[in-house]
């Protein structure tokens, strides 16, 4: 179906993954806006066995933000680049912003919403607007 292809600020660590992907969302939680300094990340999540890291430089560092959560970022630029946790442990979630590729499809929910943000305001986009992440939130 074709490749998805993501890759930091300076070019220094590149990420491809097989689609097709498993789905995409906005994520809201305060880890999230801690870690990209921003209102909310848009994440697609992805078969982690499916997706391949380039980083002949050795650029590309994981962070554990909480008990059984990783972020993956580029030490040369700080590009925040991907997140897996052992709650989806087949799965690894490629920030989209970072996309050099498109995605196949568009965002399915909003998640976390429970702490969104109250300075950016959000028109409604007809998503659904999830308080945490269960099995069937995208």
């Known amino acids: 179906m074709g490749q ?17 992907s498993l789905w995409l969302a906005h994520c809201h939680c305060s880890q999230c806006q801690r870690a ?21 430089e050795r650029l590309l560092r994981w962070y554990a933000s ?20 052992t709650r989806w442990p087949d799965e690894l979630h490629l920030a989209v912003a970072n996309l050099t590729s498109a995605a196949d499809r568009a965002p399915q929910a909003h998640v976390f919403w429970d702490t969104h943000v109250d300075w950016v305001a959000l028109a409604d986009d007809g998503l659904p ?7 069937d939130a995208v």
């Open 66 to 85: 909480s008990p059984g959560a990783e972020r993956a970022f580029c030490s040369r630029c700080g590009s925040s680049l991907a997140f897996r946790s």
């Open 36 to 56: 990209h300094g921003a209102a909310f990340v848009t994440w697609i999540g992805m078969r982690a066995d499916r997706c391949t890291m380039h980083d002949s």
């Open 129 to 135: 607007r999830k308080c945490s992440i269960d099995s």
């Open 4 to 20: 998805l292809q993501s890759t930091c600020l300076c070019g220094g660590v590149r990420i491809t993954g097989a689609l097709p």
